[in-house]
């Protein structure tokens, strides 16, 4: 059996410093053999930079993935061809005139040496129309199954029902499909008939007095006058959400999945 740790999206210096306080308490408490975290807001609440990279992965996290903020930091957009330890979607778009950096989906060894593949994607509705999915996860399966029977899918999706959707299109064929993006720790988690572990959304590691980690006052300005404004990340109450899953190495199948939802100071 294998222990994963999936961490919510990382929010600013608040969900870096959750990071580095709570991974090796939880690694050692729960005995994980692998942490992987979503790492789009962990600058500033936008994107990353190769400093930040460096820190999240010091901090005990095996493997970042992201989403539809990776390439918010124009200093950070270099570092996905640089570390292969930082994913982003795999479906944007990979031929044409201009290069796509880095990969959307990598098989990592977990401390207990199982492999674990793991496969980002994002989706489309209402977010930017990007390669489909669905067909993406079916282009890079193969790859990932030749080496293992255990594969973690983040679905960074807006929506509950593409997220969802997701999870029945791969039942049976990966091991869990883990929703991000939205910021907010739904209460579904389940184990589908076939053997896959889902949830619509792990949440968000960072400051929870605020509106998706960015500070109140400022978001309930811009509600009400919808005049152009900045967001800073908020400050308080930080906690550090996820799921831990347990998968048995020989099917690929979850045994097990639990949200985590841990108050730090």
């Known amino acids: 059996m294998v222990r994963i740790l999936f961490i919510g999206d990382i929010v600013g210096e608040p969900g870096r410093k959750a990071i580095a306080q709570g991974v090796p308490l939880l690694i050692e408490r729960e005995q994980v053999h692998l942490v992987v975290a979503n790492s789009e807001n962990a600058a500033g609440g936008n994107g990353v930079t190769p400093p930040i990279v460096r820190a ?7 493997l970042l993935t992201s989403g539809n903020h990776a390439w918010d930091k124009k200093e950070g957009v270099a570092i996905y061809d640089q570390e292969p330890r930082l994913l982003r979607p795999a479906n944007y778009p990979t031929t044409g005139y201009y290069h796509t950096p880095g990969v959307g989906a990598t098989v990592i060894r977990a401390k207990n040496d199982v492999k674990v593949g793991v496969l980002n994607l994002m989706g489309r509705v209402f977010l930017d129309s990007l390669d489909c999915p669905f067909q993406v996860a079916d282009r890079e399966l193969p790859r990932l199954t030749q080496e293992t029977k255990v594969i973690l899918v983040d679905m960074h999706a807006e929506t509950t029902s593409e997220k969802k959707a997701m999870a029945f ?8 499909v883990v929703g991000t993006h939205t910021h907010v720790q739904t209460a579904d988690e389940q184990i589908l008939e076939k053997g896959t572990a889902f949830i619509s959304d792990v949440g968000m590691t960072g400051p929870h007095d605020s509106v998706i980690g960015m500070d109140k006052k400022q978001v309930l300005q811009k509600f009400l006058t919808k005049r152009p404004l900045k967001y800073e990340v908020a400050k308080n109450n930080i906690r550090l959400q996820g799921v831990i899953l347990d998968i048995d190495e020989a099917t690929g199948k979850a045994l097990a999945i639990r949200r985590v939802n841990e108050s730090l100071r």
């Open 169 to 176: 299109f791969l039942e049976g064929r990966v091991s869990a």
């Open 56 to 62: 999240l992965l010091e901090s005990r996290v095996d």
